[in-house]
């Protein structure tokens, strides 16, 4: 086929394709494409024709990917992702700081981060509007690769290895448990081998504070406990009555210790932290706003000055 040879597939094809595959059937994918379900089924399977492959296997029960369907699928993905590039780039030659970007935030970041930053942003970037969402390291690269999102707030692993990135700032670990316990007596910051044989209650799996934080227990010799919480405040709430110990970002301990329920101790420097990023698809064409938004990042970081950590009151009072 020259380059000049009509296509025969369409765009929109390729979207019912994915959201099909995506969404695990025909009437999941027709509610969410706003289209009645024959004219996708027909679409679909129009598209399947030209290509001359089978991409789903029909049954009673559901759908199935065939093995050749699974590479179309891969292929089909990456030509949306570049039509949405090609979009991006047309709509904003006339002003890359205007118009709406859509960025997540893993969940140990966004309720302390972004009631600092919002502000700040609409502020440096008036004609630029933030559309939020929250979730998982993992869905977030998933989400950024298929254009379904256009960058993301996380913590540096070997995933975001594939992705541009901008750092905002580092995020230092604290111990943190009831006013009593042994390991938040001393007023002076604490060895990582403090945590030598200690249990400590740790984040759910899938976060991936969860796995910052037992890479430290493992190198210290800590164990985690049996019982993994859903979020930071479970933690909190599990440590606070006295049951154990915890690690804390230091973004959070304002909001989570704000009924000074928990003594608070740092660790000496250099203390263990995740490195906070945002996160974009190489290439992208909305790198300049994007750039935009992480240079107000780093300046509204709260809980540093310069790149050095400082300590809240709620910190120095818990002791």
Same mark, same amino acid.
């Given at each position: 086929?020259?380059?000049?040879?009509?296509?025969?597939?369409?765009?929109?094809? *390729?979207?019912?394709?994915?959201? @099909?595959?995506?969404?695990?059937?025909?009437?999941?994918?027709?509610?969410?494409?706003? @289209?009645?379900?024959?004219?996708? $089924?027909?679409?679909?399977? #129009?598209?399947?024709?030209?290509?001359? +492959?089978?991409?789903?296997?029909?049954?009673?029960?559901?759908?199935?990917?065939?093995?050749?369907?699974? !590479?179309?699928?891969?292929?089909?993905?990456? !030509?949306? =992702?570049?039509?949405?590039? *090609?979009?991006?780039?047309?709509?904003?030659?006339?002003?890359?700081?205007?118009?709406?970007?859509?960025?997540?935030?893993?969940?140990? @970041?966004?309720?302390?981060?972004?009631? /600092?930053?919002?502000?700040?942003?609409?502020?440096?970037?008036?004609?630029?509007?933030?559309?939020?969402?929250?979730?998982?390291?993992?869905?977030?690269?998933?989400?950024? /690769?298929?254009?379904?999102?256009?960058?993301?707030? @996380?913590? +540096?692993?070997?995933? =975001?290895?594939?992705?541009?990135?901008?750092?905002?700032?580092?995020?230092?670990?604290?111990?943190?448990?009831?006013?009593?316990?042994?390991? =938040?007596?001393?007023?002076?910051?604490?060895?990582?081998?403090?945590?030598?044989?200690?249990?400590?209650?740790?984040?759910?799996?899938?976060? %991936?504070?969860?796995? #910052?934080?037992?890479?430290? %227990? &493992?190198?210290?010799?800590?164990?985690?406990?049996?019982?993994?919480?859903?979020?930071?405040?479970?933690? +909190?709430?599990?440590?606070?009555?006295? $049951?154990?110990?915890?690690?804390?970002?230091?973004?959070?301990?304002?909001? /989570?210790?704000?009924? &000074?329920?928990?003594? +608070?101790?740092?660790?000496?420097?250099?203390?263990?932290?995740?490195?906070?990023?945002?996160?974009?698809?190489?290439? $992208?064409?909305?790198?300049?706003?994007?750039?935009?938004?992480?240079?107000?990042?780093?300046?509204?970081?709260?809980?540093?000055?310069?790149?050095?950590?400082?300590?809240?009151?709620?910190?120095?009072?818990?002791?």
């Amino acid at each position: 086929m020259s380059r000049w040879d009509p296509h025969q597939s369409s765009l929109r094809q *390729l979207q019912y394709l994915v959201a @099909v595959a995506e969404l695990g059937g025909f009437r999941r994918a027709a509610q969410a494409c706003g @289209v009645a379900q024959p004219s996708l $089924s027909a679409q679909v399977a #129009q598209l399947e024709r030209t290509l001359g +492959v089978q991409v789903f296997e029909r049954h009673a029960r559901g759908i199935r990917i065939t093995a050749a369907g699974e !590479v179309v699928l891969a292929r089909a993905r990456q !030509v949306l =992702v570049a039509a949405t590039d *090609l979009d991006d780039t047309a709509r904003r030659q006339g002003d890359p700081l205007a118009g709406t970007l859509r960025i997540g935030v893993i969940p140990t @970041v966004c309720p302390y981060l972004l009631p /600092e930053v919002a502000p700040a942003l609409h502020t440096a970037l008036p004609n630029l509007t933030v559309v939020w969402s929250e979730d998982k390291t993992q869905a977030l690269i998933r989400q950024i /690769e298929e254009a379904r999102i256009d960058a993301a707030i @996380v913590a +540096v692993d070997a995933r =975001v290895n594939s992705l541009e990135t901008m750092t905002i700032g580092e995020d230092a670990f604290v111990l943190a448990a009831a006013p009593g316990h042994r390991l =938040v007596k001393p007023a002076a910051p604490a060895s990582p081998s403090a945590l030598d044989g200690v249990t400590v209650f740790l984040l759910e799996d899938g976060h %991936c504070f969860r796995d #910052q934080a037992l890479a430290l %227990c &493992g190198a210290t010799g800590a164990h985690a406990a049996g019982l993994s919480a859903t979020g930071l405040s479970t933690l +909190v709430q599990m440590v606070g009555t006295g $049951s154990g110990v915890t690690l804390l970002p230091q973004l959070a301990v304002a909001v /989570e210790n704000r009924r &000074g329920q928990l003594a +608070v101790r740092r660790f000496k420097r250099p203390a263990p932290s995740r490195t906070l990023v945002l996160a974009w698809r190489r290439g $992208s064409a909305l790198q300049r706003p994007l750039a935009a938004i992480g240079a107000v990042l780093q300046q509204a970081w709260p809980l540093f000055d310069r790149g050095v950590p400082t300590v809240r009151s709620t910190t120095s009072n818990a002791r």
